[in-house]
Nanobody, 115 residues
């Protein structure tokens, strides 16, 4: 079955960096656009970043543009999110998924930005 396992979250000070990983299984990874989403406390889940199937196109939410970088390794069925210059408003549970498919969500990984 389709499965996503996110990792790499944690507690970081403002201005710090984290690299999230998401291992995917149960489908042909290389055929899907992949996205990172996040759900801040008490808010709806939102789209953060998307990468095309062959890493030739990316899109970012305005709030993270210039600070976050999405990448993927189709050989490892893994998508990454490098997060730099983190801000308290980046605090959220981060999830990956196939872009536009609202199903089979993983547990996510908690990112907390606080001094």
């Amino acid at each position: 079955q389709v499965q996503f396992v996110e990792s790499g979250g944690g507690l970081v000070q403002p201005g710090g960096s984290l690299r999230l990983s998401c291992a995917a299984s149960g489908f042909t990874f290389s055929m899907y656009r992949m996205s990172w989403y996040r759900q801040p406390p008490g808010k709806e889940r939102e789209l953060v970043a998307t990468m095309a199937t062959r890493s030739d196109s990316t899109n970012y939410a305005d709030s993270v543009k210039g600070r976050f970088t999405i990448s993927r390794d189709n050989a490892k069925n893994t998508v990454y999110l490098q997060m730099n210059s983190l801000k308290p408003e980046d605090t959220a549970v981060y999830y990956c998924n196939r872009h536009g498919i609202n199903a089979y969500w993983g547990q996510g990984t908690q990112v907390t930005v606080s001094s």
